[in-house]
């Protein structure tokens, strides 16, 4: 469960990137976050796993504080940020290994996991190399897998589908509806319509900083009543605005 | 075709630096006039070093008459620094930078690309040469009462002068590196052929260097007013043009040499680009930096250990550090290298003044307690120091990827304490080193030695978690070549101020108690103070610490 309360962020002062933004993403929800460039969804992500502080409001993950305790908070997801240029210079398995030992995997299901994750996603045969060798995809992948690693109950992710191919996607989404089906979180920004439209139980639409909608893609017909695609109502929506 | 280069030179030069001040400061208008101020401020710290120096210099060669060989030794001194310095950068940016997956698809010949390139390093060295030349020279006209006339051509000569050992560096790197694709670990190949080309600019430099004359004619030298200056005179090629057209009594030959000086450069810089544009497409410009790909499959038996946070960190910060070829050569080699290097050529200088005898340095210090070996043995070794950019750069060099210190679970402290470990290991191998070279030269009593070990090790201790809070406040996330890291880093100006402080204090204290207190006490009460130093940053590192993170995003 994420809960994001009263949030506000300006990188310069006077000009709010974020302002008062509240969003609560129940457990076993799959949630989709939307807006047009430069609207504030990495910013967003970026104060939820606590890489930015808010400037005012408070984030709550599974009732951890981020700003009072990171560490709890922090234990509570996995994050996957919009490069996936980790680590460029590690191997896959040493970056695979690095983040288990940090999030302290333990070792009787390491092989497993790593094995597992890893053939699924067809980058088995690549951990030997270094990552910076990886295509942009593979790269996309490696991340993934070292998020899945450690099993979190709240995934976040910043645009997780550029690059993946075809099949890679299919099954990341396959793993999405899987995780919340046993009554977890997902957090995820796209550019994708159809993704959304197709994965997410509900969607957030921002907008300059603002969150000019939340609710089910049903919701959002009936709010405007029209039986228009997503697309058209996305423009809509994200024009409006001004 | 000339607008074309002299824009694309702007387009890198600036891209380079965009990240000298940072952009992102919310507040940045106060912070960063106060950071000009404290910048000026530091400027003026190395200038007043480098003039206290300058002067005491040219005064002593005054009193002998040899005050030309002031000149000589710093033309030859910006001759050497530019030369291994543009070695480094020339590599970096001719083929390593990022921003050559942008320009090499424009339609631009090689040659506009060289020349920008070539361009942009010169620029670079120019900071080096404005702080080891333009004071130098200027106290050196103040002592000797030049005219108006000497401080033009002084300012000429610190133009052109430079540009020839720019052009040989990078010529190397360009003949080198045109055999790059021959090989299939660029990484490797890049430092070996880092060391390659240092290794060839050493040697024949003191092939150069090497006067062929009888010790008669040296005394001969030595005598007569200003004859010392002819013994470095043919050490770099257009050395002997700079040092005439600064000093020759006649104006007419001043001004022959000026413009002799221009012509050899322009020359050179004629027929550098001719070679350079046919040599640089031909190395393998653009796809250097790819990753090593291992056609193995990981071993299945050890590849899935695991480990404390403790070691997984630290082991990860060393891999990233040895396995970048950019980082291992600018903040590993010089911990090992420096000490041997610099001492190694002291060593052999000062023997060669001797005809070769080799001095019993073991024989001048009679007391083998001596504060003032304590002293200069420290003061080395923080010389050295001021090299070691581990630290200094430990947030920067990991860029974008910084931000995974800020989502993990593990507290920021200790975070920071891996952090410096890379930096407090480094550092402690110096010492060692230097520490055993010393023993080896001046046979120092074992246990003192130890206790300057203790000392100096820290030293490096203190410098570890002092210069990390200096990356801490202002690190450079955004770069497009580890280049930008640790060399356009207006932060690293840090560990030389540090040096330079300590250095100024431990000689203050060392004159002050020389005389009063036993050397081991001396000693004992260094190492204490940096201990206790070293405890105080550490906690406030540890109380500021969500402030000093913030800058990471
Ligand atoms: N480091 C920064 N410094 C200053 N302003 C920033 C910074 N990062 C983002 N911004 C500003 O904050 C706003 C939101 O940016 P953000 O990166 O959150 O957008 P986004 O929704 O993720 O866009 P995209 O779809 O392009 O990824 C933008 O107006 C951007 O200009
Ligand atoms: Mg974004």
């Known amino acids: ?242 | 075709m000339k607008s074309k280069v002299l824009v694309l030179s702007k387009v890198i030069l600036k891209n380079s630096f965009q990240n000298m001040e940072t952009a992102k400061d919310v507040n940045s208008n106060k912070k960063s006039k106060s950071m000009i101020i404290l910048y000026i401020f530091i400027f003026l710290y190395l200038a007043g070093i480098v003039g206290v120096f300058s002067n005491s210099l040219v005064s002593e060669l005054l009193k002998i008459h040899q005050e030309k060989m002031f000149l000589g030794i710093i033309l030859l001194a910006i001759a050497g620094f530019v030369l291994i310095q543009s070695i480094f950068s020339a590599i970096n940016l001719l083929y390593y930078s990022k921003d050559n997956e942008y320009i090499l698809p424009l339609p631009l010949k090689p040659s506009q690309i060289v020349i920008a390139k070539t361009n942009v390093l010169l620029v670079t060295e120019y900071f080096i040469v404005a702080i080891i030349g333009l004071i130098p020279l200027t106290i050196y006209g103040i002592l000797t009462y030049a005219n108006i006339l000497y401080y033009i051509e002084m300012l000429i000569v610190l133009l052109v002068f430079p540009i020839v050992p720019v052009l040989i560096s990078s010529l190397l790197v360009l003949i080198v590196m045109s055999f790059a694709k021959f090989t299939k670990n660029r990484n490797r190949f890049q430092l070996i052929a880092t060391i390659l080309i240092l290794v060839i600019v050493f040697v024949a430099s003191f092939a150069m260097g090497n006067t062929d004359s009888s010790p008669e004619e040296l005394v001969q030298m030595v005598m007569k007013a200003n004859g010392m200056v002819e013994l470095v005179k043919n050490a770099f090629p257009t050395l002997g043009m700079a040092i005439e057209s600064l000093t020759n009594i006649n104006i007419g030959i001043q001004l022959l040499n000026i413009m002799l000086l221009i012509a050899t450069t322009a020359i050179i810089y004629a027929l550098y680009v001719l070679v350079g544009q046919k040599l640089y497409l031909k190395g393998a410009v653009g796809n250097l930096s790819s990753g090593k790909k291992n056609k193995k499959k990981i071993d299945e038996k050890k590849a899935f250990k695991n480990s404390t946070i403790f070691k997984t960190y630290i082991g990860k910060e060393f891999k990233i550090l040895l396995r970048n070829p950019i980082f291992f050569m600018q903040c590993v080699l010089p911990a090992i290298i420096f000490p041997i290097l610099i001492i190694g050529m002291t060593i052999l200088g000062i023997n060669e003044e001797n005809n070769g005898q080799t001095i019993d340095f073991a024989s001048m210090f009679i007391n083998k307690t001596s504060i003032y070996i304590g002293v200069g043995i420290l003061c080395v070794i923080q010389f050295f120091l001021m090299f070691i950019y581990i630290s200094a750069t430990a947030i920067s060099r990991d860029g974008q990827n910084a931000i995974f210190m800020k989502y993990i679970p593990v507290k920021y402290i200790k975070q920071i304490d891996y952090k410096v470990m890379p930096n407090i290991i480094m550092t402690s191998i110096m010492s060692i080193i230097t520490v055993i070279i010393a023993e080896i030269l001046i046979k120092v009593d074992i246990l003192y030695l130890l206790l300057i070990l203790i000392t100096s090790i820290i030293m490096g201790v203190f410098q570890s978690y002092i210069l990390i809070i200096v990356d801490l406040k202002k690190p450079k996330l955004e770069w497009n070549s580890e280049y930008a890291v640790v060399k356009q880093n207006m932060n690293l100006i840090w560990p030389a101020v540090i040096g330079l402080v300590s250095i100024t204090l431990l000689i203050i204290l060392g004159i002050v108690f020389g005389n009063i207190l036993n050397s081991f006490i001396f000693t004992g009460i260094i190492a204490f103070v940096y201990l206790l130093v070293t405890i105080i940053t550490r906690n406030y590192i540890n109380n500021n610490i969500n402030k000093l993170m913030e800058k990471i995003y």
């Not at chain 1, 606590?50 to 993950?61: A, H, M, Q, V, Y």
């Not at chain 1, 957030?204 to 009936?222: C, P, R």
């Open chain 1, 1 to 242: 469960m994420i809960k994001i309360e009263n949030v506000s962020k300006s990188y310069v002062k006077g000009k709010k990137s974020i302002d008062d933004l509240n969003l609560e993403i129940k457990n076993g929800e799959i949630f989709g976050f939307l807006g047009p460039n430069g609207a504030g969804k990495t910013t967003t992500i970026k104060m939820i796993t606590g890489i930015l502080n808010p400037d005012e409001g408070d984030i709550l993950i599974d009732d951890k504080s981020i700003t009072k305790q990171p560490l709890e908070a922090k234990k509570q997801f996995g994050f996957v940020p919009d490069s996936p240029d980790m680590f460029l210079k590690l191997k896959g398995i040493e970056y695979l290994n690095f983040l288990a030992d940090i999030y302290e995997v333990p070792n009787d299901v390491r092989k497993e996991k790593i094995e597992g994750l890893t053939k699924k996603f067809e980058i088995y045969d690549d951990l030997n190399s270094e990552i910076q060798s990886y295509s942009h995809g593979m790269r996309q992948k490696i991340v993934i897998c070292g998020v899945l690693l450690n099993n979190p109950k709240n995934w976040i992710l910043d645009e997780p589908m550029t690059g993946l191919d075809p099949k890679s996607s299919h099954d990341l989404k396959e793993m999405m509806r899987e995780h919340c089906k046993n009554g977890n979180t997902v957090f995820f920004s796209t550019h994708v319509l159809e993704v959304a439209e197709k994965l997410c139980d509900r969607v957030g639409i921002i907008n300059k900083g603002k969150l000019v909608f939340v609710g089910t893609f049903e919701e959002m017909q009936n709010k405007f009543k029209e039986n228009k695609s997503l697309e058209d109502l996305f423009l809509e929506i994200t024009e409006n605005e001004e």
